[in-house]
């Protein structure tokens, strides 16, 4: 079965710092994607970002960037420039890329605490 | 365009009792999943339907059921509850089955079972 970690629990940036938000996985699978999701106080999910593990370019999506290390099972997101509007839980989740039986859900880490300090 | 309609927002209930919790998704959407999430146990997959079928389904009781009406509507149902059942429950919706087509999640249903 897949599984996904986030080691960091929470983590604390200053306005307008970078910070990277660390995430490792397991799979035997060779096709699959992975995402980060962001969850507010509104408890909304909202996507941050997405990667195509057969593609080996790392996706940005404005200030938000990975660092997807395939042989390392590694999917990192790096935010620049962090804002007030960027504190939340981050979500790094597994997605087969099969669907039906067990391949079609989400599998999510445990999650990142990210305090933005002014 | 109107997002994932999640009802009631808050919800108290009596161990023992049983809930329904409404999913409305975006209009065209025909993909619906649920997930429980938990301080313990983090975010849990608990069934996807599409056209009123239940295509998937994760490791959760039979307590745990749902179902999709034709207009794509959701609804899960929690009967007998315990404790162990507070929890957050996010609905998601997707156009289609298949991962190239993106979820988009609702605000979630918060119950509490005293």
């Known amino acids: 079965a897949q599984t996904v970690t986030q080691s960091q629990p929470e983590m604390s940036v200053q306005e307008a710092e970078t910070v990277t938000l660390s995430c490792t996985y397991d799979t035997s699978e060779s096709d699959y994607y992975l995402f980060w999701y962001k969850q507010p106080p509104s408890r909304q999910m909202i996507l941050v970002i997405r990667q195509e593990a057969y593609k080996q370019q790392n996706a940005t999506e404005n200030r938000f960037s990975v660092n997807f290390q395939k042989a390392a099972k590694s999917f990192s997101l790096k935010i620049s420039d962090s804002q007030l509007g960027d504190a939340a839980m981050y979500f790094c989740a597994y997605r087969s890329a099969g669907w039906g039986g067990s391949q079609g859900n989400l599998i999510f880490g445990k999650g990142t605490k990210l305090s933005v300090k002014p | 365009k109107a997002g994932v309609t999640q009802t009631p927002r808050y919800l108290i209930k009596t161990r023992g009792q049983q809930v329904t919790l409404s999913c409305s998704p975006i209009?065209?959407?025909?993909?619906v999943s649920w997930y429980q999430q938990t301080p313990g146990q983090g975010l849990q997959f608990l069934f996807e339907?599409?056209?009123?079928?239940?295509?998937n389904k994760g490791n959760f009781p039979g307590r745990f059921s749902g179902r999709q009406f034709s207009n794509s509507r959701s609804e899960m149902n929690v009967s007998t509850l315990e404790l162990g059942d507070s929890a957050l429950y996010l609905c998601?919706?997707?156009?289609?089955?298949?991962?190239?087509?993106?979820?988009?999640f609702g605000s979630g249903t918060r119950l509490t079972v005293v």
């Open positions: 339907y599409f056209s009123e079928t239940q295509r």
């Open positions: 998601a919706s997707s156009l289609a089955l298949g991962v190239n087509y993106g979820y988009t």
């Open positions: 209009s065209g959407h025909r993909s």
